[in-house]
């Protein structure tokens, strides 16, 4: 972490927009050099509060390979007026930063076991840091399987990386949409629907899955119906946040802080509170 | 019809019958190739059979009004297709097109009702076989509608 960082965790630091690479129709990939300085380390799963300047912050996980020499990669969606106006910025541009926070995907607890990554959407970016762990550090881990679930054809993110890793002989991935015109050559259906397709051993394997909430649950619900038990099966929550380390209670979920507890959870430690409406 | 009862039993969705009802859903099968592109089943036609998929991929399909067909599932090995020839009027909901060159078995649907009133149960058995799949179905769907990876997703 920087000494700035150290000094006052509200103070951004200015970092440069050096590639901007556009993935769909609303969604960038920004690779982020620091303007002076070096990039903390960070671990898969951690994100970081983005600020374009005078429209407002926004937390974004890192897309990137933490072991990766350089800045960090963030991939964005523009739903907003601040993802919005970060999405759109070009190479060139500077914006703030500060983080990274939050608690890491269980890439060491889930060593020795199969690891199923499950994602929908947007939600493939923050498992991306993890996929890259794994993938780096392969004779760790057993069987090695990716589902990936989104909207349509042009939503899938990140096409040529999971035709790329497609061709790996030790790693299963499996995509789908939630719909097709006729042309299309692969599945449809939800994400979940691809958990009895995939190859793992269900008494030692580690799920992790980030998505849309509701997804998340439907897929949690299948895994364990696979034979995972609530304590192997991770997920990424989403909240909004503001001050990103346990001070304003903006990401409040129940007892826990989003930002400090989170963004990575054990289901076994939310699965009751999920269904609640109020939180 | 030994060898079709091997793999009418073999098939995932058939998991656990009892031999004895095996071989009575057995004689109302058939083996069956598609094609790419030719069709299991048409919106609107008689439900007069559904399908075991041994192998291949299956697209559900269905075609609004002025525009494109939408596919909305597919369906591969170890899945079946077709649930309307369980309730009246026996038509089929959507079009079912083979994606690939795709082997299945045909259960001849008047065959499995008149055994299925004969014998409650069969009908029980193929109850308890179809019930979780239009479940699972009916939980796919309400995630599709949904549409969680919209702008309100993640």
């Known amino acids: 972490m920087t000494p700035a960082a150290i000094a006052d965790p509200f103070i951004p630091q200015p970092y ?18 620091p303007v002076g300085g070096e990039r903390p380390d960070y671990r898969p799963g951690q994100f970081n509060m983005l600020y374009a300047f005078g429209i407002g912050e926004v937390a974004i996980s890192v897309s990137g390979d933490p072991s990766a020499p350089g800045g960090y990669v963030h991939t964005v969606r ?5 993802s919005g106006a970060i999405a759109k910025l070009g190479a060139g541009s500077v914006l703030g930063l500060r983080g990274p926070y939050g608690t890491p995907w269980p890439t060491e607890t889930a060593e020795g076991n199969d690891v199923v990554f499950v994602a929908g959407g947007l939600g493939l970016a923050p498992l991306r840091p993890a996929i ?10 057993g069987r090695v399987v990716l589902l990936y679930g989104t909207r349509s054809p042009p939503d899938i ?12 002989l030790d790693f299963e991935v499996l995509v789908t949409v939630d719909r097709a015109d006729p042309d299309w050559r692969g599945d449809v259906g939800v994400v979940p629907k691809l958990i009895a397709r995939a190859g793992f051993d269900p008494h030692h394997a580690v799920a992790m899955i980030c998505g849309p909430e509701v997804m998340m649950r439907f897929t949690a619900d299948a895994l364990r119906q696979a034979g995972l038990g609530m304590d192997q099966i991770h997920v990424s ?38 269904t609640v409406r109020e939180i | 019809m030994e060898g079709l009862e091997r793999i009418v039993l073999a098939h995932p969705f058939f998991a656990g019958l009892e031999k004895e009802l095996g071989e009575v859903v057995s004689g109302c099968a058939r083996n069956h190739r598609f094609n790419p592109g030719q069709y299991l089943g048409h919106e609107g036609d008689p439900a007069d059979e559904f399908f075991l998929i041994r192998a291949g991929k299956v ?23 077709g649930a309307s020839w369980l309730v009246p009027p026996y038509r089929w909901r959507f079009d079912a097109r083979a994606m690939e060159l795709t082997r299945a078995i045909g259960i001849n649907a008047q065959c499995l009702r008149d055994k299925c009133e004969a014998d409650h149960n069969l009908g029980y058995a193929m109850m308890k076989r179809f019930l979780p799949v239009v479940m699972q179905q ?8 949904l549409d969680v990876y919209g702008n309100r997703g993640r």
């Open chain 1, 157 to 168: 993110l990140y096409r040529r990386e999971l035709e790329r890793w497609r061709r790996r």
């Open chain 2, 59 to 81: 697209a559900l399909e269905i075609l609004p009004p002025g525009q494109p067909a939408v596919m909305f599932s597919t369906q591969g090995e170890g899945e079946i297709v």
């Open chain 1, 237 to 274: 929550m989403e909240r909004n946040m503001k001050c990103a380390i346990g001070l304003c209670g903006h990401c409040q979920f129940g007892p826990s802080f989003i930002c400090k507890d989170g963004p990575v959870m054990r289901y076994d430690r939310i699965a009751d509170i999920l």
């Open chain 1, 16 to 33: 440069r927009v050096a590639r901007r690479q556009r993935e769909t129709r609303d969604i960038a990939t920004l690779e982020l050099l």
């Open chain 2, 138 to 145: 009916l939980d796919e769907t309400r995630l599709q509608i």
């Open chain 1, 78 to 82: 523009d739903v907003g007026a601040v």
């Open chain 1, 132 to 141: 890259y762990h794994v993938l780096s550090h392969r004779a760790r881990y």
